[in-house]
């Protein structure tokens, strides 16, 4: 369900010292309630484009749904803002779950988790691919040339999937969350194979933001912007290689350095 992205409006520009009226595209804010097995689940505030996949994405991401085939049916009610998701067995996880701060440990090590199902979810990246730095610029360039709803609006966050070869999807939305929520649907969707893809990214990575990564099971991150230090801890942690600051010909990789290779 492609959907739309933006929306025309009549502004007032100022330009050369003049004010005048002219049609500019605004991007598109609508909350969307998830109900699950008749149960309000969530209100997600997204960009309505692309929502079955928002949905099949974000409800993996909480551990609701494991595969594609766990969901009976889904139903979008797009003039109501409404999701509703039948699941093919079993109800929700219990709800305490989901507002729970977890404290875990492995190897001797306090990992932190800011919810329980981070912590069920999240999958330690044992191999992951390897990319060229040459591939890194090129992808990063790619995602920018091929982003039209940004371009079109400046108020867009964007997500690619990718191979070290190339683009195999891009998702775009308010959210940076949601548009990574976006790639991750349609893989389940689409029943894409992702340990050997890498996801390249517009905004800042977050330690949400890391996390819905390590919940694809995607080895490489590639970033336009900045990490903050809890994501690179648990990049750390979870075996990503996280690249940030791509821009131009130059970039930083913060984690897991033996992924990024120079020829």
Known sequence: MEGVAAKRRTIVKYRNGQLAGEEDQIALEFPLT??????????????????????????????????????????????RGFAYVEL?????????????????????????????????TAKTIVGGITAKADDCLRLMKALHEQSLDFAATGGLHNAALATPNGIVAIRSDIGR???LDKLYGYCLRQRVV???????????????????????????????????????????????TVVGFLRGREFNVYTHEHRIVVE
């Open 34 to 79: 998830v109900v699950v097995n008749g149960e309000e689940f969530a209100t997600i505030v997204c960009t309505p484009e692309y929502v079955d996949e928002l949905v099949t994405g974000f409800l993996a991401s909480e551990g609701v749904i494991r595969v594609n085939d766990d969901m009976k049916g889904m139903t979008i009610d797009e003039d």
């Open 88 to 120: 093919s067995s079993g109800g929700l996880p219990a709800k305490q779950f989901y507002a729970k701060r977890f404290i875990g440990s492995c190897c001797g090590k306090s990992r932190q988790f800011y919810f329980y199902n981070d912590a069920k």
């Open 194 to 240: 992702m340990k050997d893809k890498l996801i390249v990214f517009s905004g800042r990575v977050s330690s949400e933001v890391l996390l819905k990564v390590a919940k694809m099971g995607v080895s490489i991150l590639l970033s336009k912007s900045a990490p903050t230090t809890l994501a690179l801890d648990l990049a750390d942690e979870l075996g990503i």
């Open 177 to 179: 969350h949601n548009a």
